[in-house]
């Protein structure tokens, strides 16, 4: 086997080269660069797997299976390496207490309901909004609303862990090990790795990042609750509208339009297969003459009357007082 003494085969990275390769003569044109670049490239794919044949196989139903070696060439990165985020104020007191993570069940028993339920989340197990009674305790303040406490201190705790979760961001944003979803939020910081400088942040950017943040939830903020001086938040781009329910003369009746354009693009597709046009036009020339025959019978009985004289039945004279002469001597002979 002279190709793996001739080329420099990478098994690990399943890569070939010839590093002594030389053109005889230069190319002339570029359909003589390709040949012989198609030429060479076969040459080492070849190379490649006769190197991988001569490896010791395992037989399987698919086929041979082999294991390849270790690559052998560094292959350079196109970002550099993430830096290391730094600690944060409770993993480092996680590591002085010794304390270890350990996976928990995502599915919980809920003895309140007497079902299985999500630890967190929506639905989840000992919801606020399944406990009927709150058994009061030696320490609660008489007069005071079990719940609404309940709830403050439960708007407490996430204001502490929102707190804390700034604070980790900014420690990290110190080292320049920041997460690239918050650097892209931001629009003016660089991605971690990159050498642009950080720019100022406009006006513009912030109200833009704003309006973002605002138009998150599924309401598109509309429910929020909103500072005092605050604008509403800029829509950009194109929103659908739906039509109404109930018909109506305005936009109600857009809804008929609607359909019909459906239909009609439905059958002017198919117009082929459900019109005969040669049927068609037969019929159209058919009515078309028969009209013409209709308008050309009225005309000749037009011409015919006005030649011919008019022939008026006389009427017979009338007398007045006849009929009542007749009804009278009639009666005076019965």
């Keep these: 086997m002279e190709a793996p003494k001739q080329f420099q085969i990478?098994?690990?990275?399943?890569?070939?080269?010839?590093?002594?390769?030389?053109?005889?003569?230069?190319?002339?044109?570029?359909?003589e660069l390709v040949k012989e670049c198609l030429q060479k490239g076969t040459e080492l794919v070849q190379a490649i797997a006769d190197t991988l044949f001569n490896l010791s196989s395992t037989e399987d139903l698919d086929g041979p299976l082999v294991k390849l070696p270790p690559p052998t060439t560094k292959l350079p990165r196109s970002k550099h390496l993430p830096k290391p985020k730094p600690p944060t104020k409770w993993e480092e007191f996680a590591k002085k207490r010794g304390i270890?993570?350990?996976?928990?069940?995502?599915?919980?028993?809920?003895?309140?309901?007497?079902?299985?339920?999500?630890?967190?989340?929506?639905?989840?197990?000992?919801?606020?909004?399944?406990?009927?009674?709150?058994?009061?305790?030696?320490?609660?303040?008489?007069?005071?609303?079990?719940?609404?406490?309940?709830?403050?201190?439960?708007?407490?705790?996430?204001?502490?862990?929102?707190k804390n979760?700034?604070?980790?961001?900014?420690?990290?944003?110190?080292v320049g090990a920041l997460p690239s979803h918050v650097q892209l939020a931001a629009r003016a910081l660089p991605i971690t790795g990159t050498q642009a400088a950080p720019k100022k942040v406009s006006k513009e950017e912030?109200?833009?990042?704003?309006?973002?943040?605002?138009?998150?939830?599924?309401?598109?903020?509309?429910?929020?609750?909103?500072?005092?001086?605050?604008?509403?938040?800029?829509?950009?781009?194109?929103?659908?509208?739906?039509?109404?329910?109930?018909?109506?003369?305005?936009?109600?009746?857009?809804?008929?339009?609607?359909?019909?354009?459906?239909?009609?693009?439905?059958?002017?597709?198919?117009?082929?297969?459900?019109?005969?046009?040669?049927?068609?036009v037969n019929m159209y020339n058919g009515k078309k003459e028969k009209k013409w025959r209709n308008q050309q019978g009225k005309s000749s009985l037009s011409t015919s009357s006005k030649l011919k004289p008019n022939k008026k039945p006389l009427k017979k004279p009338f007398k007045k007082g006849s009929s009542n002469k007749g009804s009278s001597k009639g009666g005076k002979s019965t």
């Design 206 to 280: 912030l109200g833009s990042v704003a309006g973002m943040a605002a138009t998150a939830t599924a309401s598109g903020g509309k429910f929020d609750k909103k500072l005092p001086g605050e604008k509403p938040a800029r829509r950009e781009g194109k929103f659908r509208k739906f039509l109404p329910v109930a018909e109506g003369s305005g936009m109600g009746s857009q809804e008929r339009l609607q359909t019909q354009e459906v239909l009609n693009k439905l059958i002017s597709k198919n117009s082929h297969e459900i019109l005969n046009v040669n049927k068609a």
């Design 10 to 31: 990478d098994l690990g990275n399943l890569m070939a080269f010839d590093s002594h390769h030389l053109f005889p003569s230069l190319p002339s044109s570029r359909e």
């Design 100 to 162: 270890k993570n350990r996976k928990k069940d995502k599915i919980v028993y809920d003895e309140q309901t007497g079902t299985w339920k999500r630890r967190h989340g929506y639905d989840r197990v000992d919801d606020d909004n399944d406990v009927p009674i709150i058994e009061a305790k030696m320490t609660d303040v008489p007069g005071e609303d079990p719940f609404a406490k309940r709830q403050a201190d439960k708007k407490k705790r996430v204001e502490k862990q929102e």
């Design 165 to 174: 979760r700034f604070q980790n961001l900014k420690e990290a944003s110190k």
